[in-house]
Structure formats: structure tokens, C-alpha cells
């Protein structure tokens, strides 16, 4: 599930979710949904790049995405809230984007040097 959003430079196409059932894994859905969400993004809305969030603590997601042409482009401190939401129940999430070809000299995924607040996110 995705949507479009942003304005100028930030017009990207952004990854909500995606899910795939444990018995259909492996068979390369993930990746078609992914690929499916990018040309979206690209040839109906004209986006500079594709985004999405996953905690930093899901390296086999991480792993994934970074197959598929994503980077890290910026860590978003107590992104996510654990079960109870106290102060020190909360992770950081990696903000991974891919550029897609408006964006020529692929601007918008240089990684920046310093981590984000929640607060500070642009959409």
C-alpha cells in the first residue's frame, strides 16, 4: 500500500506497508509489489524518488530493501512506539528512499549526517 505526497523536490512516492504471509515468502512478491508501487510513482505521478520507514532493529528488512535499491537516507529517533508507549519504550526507524530517474543526479537520496525527531519529518 503506498500514495503519492509532497511538493517541489519531495514529490515521492511513499511506501505504507507491505506485507507479505509467511507461506508466500521468498517467492519474490515483496519485490513485485515494490517494483509495481516505483513505476506508479514514477509514470503516473512523476516522483523524484520512493520512500518508506522500517525500525531500525529489522535488519532482515533492512537487508531487503537494500537489495532493491534503497539506501538509508536518514535514521528518525523513537520513530515507532513499543506496547506501552512509555518513555523508554520506543525505536528508531530507518527512513530508506530510491531515487527514481526525475531525480538525475539522485539529490534527494544523499544520506544525511545527522539523525531527526519524529517532529521534524517533513510528511
Known amino acids: 500500500m503506498g500514495k503519492a505526497e509532497g511538493q517541489d523536490k519531495l514529490w515521492h512516492g511513499h511506501v505504507t ?6 507461506t508466500y515468502r521468498r517467492l519474490g512478491l515483496a519485490k513485485s509489489l515494490m517494483n509495481y508501487l516505483e513505476n506508479i510513482s514514477q509514470d503516473v505521478y512523476n516522483c523524484y524518488f ?17 537489495k532493491f535499491g534503497y539506501v538509508k537516507y536518514r535514521r528518525v529517533l523513537g ?9 523508554d519504550d520506543y525505536e ?9 530517474p ?13 539523525p531527526i525527531r519524529p517532529q521534524d519529518l517533513e510528511w
Open 102 to 114: 526525475r531525480d538525475v543526479h539522485k539529490e534527494t537520496v544523499v544520506p544525511l549526517k545527522h
Open 79 to 87: 520513530y515507532y512506539c513499543g506496547t506501552t508507549c512509555m518513555e
Open 92 to 100: 528508531d526507524a530507518w527512513d530508506m528512499r530510491k531515487a527514481l
Open 17 to 22: 506497508a507491505v506485507t507479505v504471509a509467511p
Open 50 to 66: 520512493v520512500d518508506l520507514f522500517v525500525r531500525a532493529s529489522n535488519s532482515l528488512a533492512i537487508g531487503m530493501y537494500t
